[in-house]
């Protein structure tokens, strides 16, 4: 068997396909900071912590879940606008809707969420397509491949999730090498990932230079001071306490590349809203 990937700061948006005969095919879309606790709840019932929709339903299998976002706000928006397609505003240009006799619950859920991955403010976030069922797997279509920054994988995830006491808070009198300020506040300051780099400012300074015109978050940069070509998603992923190796540097796009992101930094609000 498979050993699970540890992914540490987890937030996580799954799907579920029913294996009951009598309700075979239906599906579920839900939250999650604990995957593995969270499908043995919805399998359990009600009583066990489980949702109503699935309850006395199962068995249930936890076909693909989506990780990678900044905050549970971003993760439970991204699953409220997977669960009502046609209400939030950022899909309505696309009028989803299921194609009678022609499509499966299941594979307008799939469309649906290719849909999500290419538009904003998903498609600027470093999120990872898990397929945790592989017997279930469906590439996407041509048309609707998520953006390369975003990492397609399959196999079993066990999350981290880290707490306050796992970030080093930083003494007041260190300044920022981009703006020559002084860094009061250990969940602004960044670092590069090159251990040999002396790169240490706040997150804004950095994300300005990463910034192109028309993104609201960062993609991908040259670091100013060693010239390393990094990701924002694992700068901040390092910068949350979550552990780096050098692995991340040699994974390809479509190895897994844990990241995530401040805790809602004012840079980042814009793409937040209006879900």
Not at 41 to 48: E, F, L, R, T, V
């Amino acid at each position: 068997m498979t050993e699970p990937e540890l992914v540490e700061d987890f937030f996580g948006v799954y799907l579920l396909y029913c294996t009951n005969p009598k309700y075979k095919g239906r599906t579920y879309v839900g939250y999650t900071r604990d995957p593995n606790r969270r499908i043995m709840q919805h399998n359990k019932g009600i009583w066990a912590g489980g949702a109503h929709r699935t309850n006395n339903k199962g068995p249930w299998k936890m076909v693909v879940i989506v990780h990678g976002f900044p905050n549970n706000i971003s993760a439970l928006r991204f699953e409220w606008a997977w669960q009502n397609p046609t209400k939030t505003i950022r899909l309505q240009h696309l009028n989803l809707k299921k194609i009678p006799r022609k499509e499966s619950e299941f594979k307008f859920k799939l469309r649906i969420l290719s849909e999500m991955l290419r538009v904003g403010p998903w498609c600027r976030l470093p999120l990872i397509i898990r397929w945790l069922e592989p017997e279930y797997r469906e590439e996407f279509p041509p048309e609707r491949i998520p953006p390369q920054h975003m990492s397609i994988c399959e196999g079993p995830v066990k999350s981290k999730n880290l707490k306050s006491k796992d970030i080093n808070p930083i003494p007041p009198d260190e300044e920022c090498l981009l703006c020559s300020a002084y860094i009061t506040d250990g969940q602004t300051k960044i670092s590069c990932l090159n251990p040999n780099c002396q790169l240490l400012c706040h997150i804004t300074c950095l994300a300005e230079i990463f910034l192109v015109p028309g993104e609201y978050v960062p993609v991908e940069g040259t670091c100013p001071f060693c010239d390393m070509k990094v990701k924002w998603g694992d700068l901040i992923r390092k910068m949350k306490g979550c552990t780096y190796t050098t692995e991340v540097e040699e994974c390809s796009d479509e190895e897994v590349q844990d990241v995530a992101f401040a805790e809602d930094p004012s840079w980042m609000q814009d793409c937040n809203y209006d879900l």
